[in-house]
């Protein structure tokens, strides 16, 4: 295993960090694509045509008519989730109040703000596991902060992110499916709801339930709507990030030990794997009506996959897709999408993936992939990076001290487990 | 006496997101080099509005006194 990235044994290509899946359609020459997946759908993967059509909310409608089915308007999510994701789920007018209300809650000075707790949560997960030398950076630690991160911003029980990660990482048609982690999350929301209006703190809900926007304020089930957004957006999408990270980091020593002699440098490197791994590998939309993109005649009601992934991966767009460059300058990636809907969460994404990073490196600086991480890809085609969410990132590396996790944490944490 | 605006956008800051572009594309453009660019140099309160929605806190609006 001492170079895991180009390691090949027989036929079986293994690789460690890189995924080719997602140039699959610039391989084909394709842009715009019909898929065989949930009832049908198109992908748009060109990065011009995808730019373009991000732009024009009025033919691709995120709308969300619930019960799901009951008309061809299934919102952003597949498979279509059981509560309507708001308020990425809207289109404007509707839409404006909600952003609009949001947006002080994830801009620089509240998410600075936040970075010493992601450190203490950081610091937490690596307690649990440092003084035996070996982990597993995924379910140890990589899931565990985002979603820590994101119940603290919530006003949800921190405790709870085990549960949670696991719910919102779950992959297939049954993955919204009401079961008992769902149910849990869904009562912890209505409950925090009810407490706050008795009792506000000093978090999302309770600000939720005090703003006024043009004189009116939100109902419970907006907060409700809200929140499971939150949980959907904000635990697995920097959990991935993280993943690719830690797994390049893992191949490429040079470039480790580059971020953490200058933690400012990780930044950039955090750009770059947003453009590579792009967590959010795509969003659907409804059209309102006939329309052609890319040479493709697509009717109203279809339903249109925003590629993102695969319009980050556009040799169109950028030199040695395939590759990556930290520091690529221009960097026009579009993993927070593009236009009225870009990610409400970017600041908060971008400053957690970096904190993360800096802190793991601050304290496991030289750890070592083991073999049980490696993935087999079929030749000719390289290993599926998503397959790692399955495998876990097994890593080894010289034991250390606990620290404490800091203020943020009772001595006694744990995390919540269901009977 | 309504109050209008005066737009500004710090290109250091901006990032090209198009929010401001998507929710107002009668004020805002993109440019070539995907920083967003004012089609206009006043805006009304709609536009204040826009600019607190802006991921990169890139535009300042100016009230000034119409006339």
Known sequence: VDDLATHSSGDKHLYFEMDEDYSYLHDHGERVVWLDYEKGMWLVGGHQELTEILGDDETFSSAHDLPNGRTPFKGVMVPPTPVRAVPIEMDPPEYFNFRRALAPRFNAASVRALSPRIVEYTNWCLDQVIEAGEADLFNDLIKLVPAMVTLHVLGLPVEDAALAADAVHRTGPDRFHLNPTWIHLYQRIRAAVDARRQEPADDLISYLQQIEVDGKRFTDLHIFEMAFTLIIGGMSTTAKLLLGAFSYYGVNKAERDRARADPQLIAEAVEEFLRYYSPVSFLTRTTTRDVCVAGKQIKKGDRVAFGFAAANRDPQAFDQPNSICIGRTPNRHLAFGHGMHFCMGSNLGRSEAATVIETVLGRIPEYELVPESVLAGEPGRKGRWGQRLMRGLPVAFPPGPRTGPGASLAPDFRMTTLP | ?67
């Open chain 2, 1 to 67: 006496m309504p109050t209008r605006w005066r737009i500004e956008i710090d290109k250091s800051r901006c990032q090209g997101s198009g929010v401001c572009v998507g929710l107002a594309p009668d004020y805002f453009e993109l440019g070539p080099d995907q920083k967003s660019y004012p089609r206009q140099l006043v805006a009304d309160e709609h536009v204040a509005a826009v600019a607190e929605c802006c991921p990169s806190e890139a535009i300042t609006l100016t009230a000034e006194d119409a006339g």
